[in-house]
């Protein structure tokens, strides 16, 4: 039994509705996000308002369709795309139960952050319910690999979720070699990695440019990273990517559904290797649950 249940907290929900508009990196189009309280146990749940009479996408690792650049959750024609943003900034806020409504594809680039979801999310209040969530851990070592790239999720002593990225571009790079770690807490989230944004090289860029994206997009609305650095654009952070990396993490680590303790650690990994680790974690609870069920029947 690698994972294992080791201590419970009692949900939340936001308190009143909130409201965000933006538009999206990929359409460019006009994109309007509404949240609102939930009941608990519903776990955060996407509703495409532009789209009546469709099924409501819950935000779990068995909904995911995609994870190139971003992940995406659901199928044509309600799927919902790069949900990773929001879902940090629900997660490190331990908001467990929310509807989103949205009326259109993929949720709003705005600064390529999560700062802004956390503001309208922190000023909605938050209500604290009845029903428990677990908060579950590891007892060895976990690890995904693709070959390239890893993620692994450590025993740690204690019920925080710490999360490290060591992000290496290679000795050619604008981008230099960058590690860094922070605690996914509330307050650890705001301080150190709510703001950092999506980052992009040059050529990068100008291919997905050539490809339809970023119609509405300029350069200031994210990181485009140059020879010389980032272009006309500032950094909030030295090592603003190596961060950026880590609320990735964090967003795709809340298609779990449940609280997560340890240490995870990534090298070279990107959304795939996040959801790979999620399914795995999925599995491994499931088969923690059939061996209790196992030993009830036994006894």
């Not at 080791?6 to 409201?19: D, G, M």
């Not at 990196?25 to 996000?33: D, E, F, L, S």
């Not at 705001?190 to 990068?204: G, K, P, Y």
């Not at 339809?212 to 990273?225: A, E, H, I, Q, Y």
Request: proline content about 6%; overall charge neutral; charged content about 25%.
């Amino acid at each position: 039994m690698t994972l294992r249940c080791l201590a419970q907290r009692f949900q939340r929900t936001i308190e009143k509705p909130a409201e965000i508009h933006g538009h999206g990196y990929r359409t460019g189009a006009a994109i309007r996000v509404r949240f609102r309280p939930a009941g608990a146990d519903t776990g955060i749940v996407f509703v495409r308002d532009d789209l009546p009479g469709s099924e409501p996408v819950s935000a779990l690792a068995d909904r995911v369709t995609g994870t190139n650049r971003r992940t995406t959750l659901g199928h044509p024609p309600a799927q919902v795309e790069m949900v990773e943003h929001v879902l940090a900034a629900l997660h490190a806020l331990r908001i467990d139960n929310c509807v989103i409504e949205i009326n259109g594809p993929e949720l709003p680039g705005l600064d390529g952050s999560s700062r802004d979801f956390v503001r309208i999310l922190h000023d909605a209040g938050l209500r604290v319910q009845k029903a428990s969530r677990g908060i579950w851990g590891a007892t060895e070592p976990i690890t995904v690999s693709d070959g390239r790239g890893t993620l692994a999720l450590y025993p740690t002593e204690d019920l925080q979720l710490k999360v490290s990225y060591l992000l290496d571009y290679g000795p050619q790079s604008p981008l230099s070699s960058q590690r860094q770690t922070a605690v996914a807490s509330p307050e650890g989230f705001i301080n150190d990695v709510a703001s950092c944004r999506t980052f992009l090289l040059e050529a990068e860029a100008e291919a997905l440019k050539r490809q339809g994206f970023g119609r509405n997009t300029c350069p200031s609305d994210l990181l485009v990273f140059g020879p010389r650095g980032p272009i006309g654009n500032r950094l909030r952070f030295a090592d603003e990517p190596a961060r950026h990396k880590i609320l990735d993490i964090i967003g795709d680590l809340a298609l779990f559904g449940h609280d997560l303790c340890g240490h995870v650690v990534g090298c070279k990994s990107g959304h795939g290797l996040n959801v790979a680790l999620v399914r795995r974690l999925m599995d491994e609870m499931e088969q923690t649950a059939s061996e209790g069920r196992s030993l009830a029947r036994a006894a």
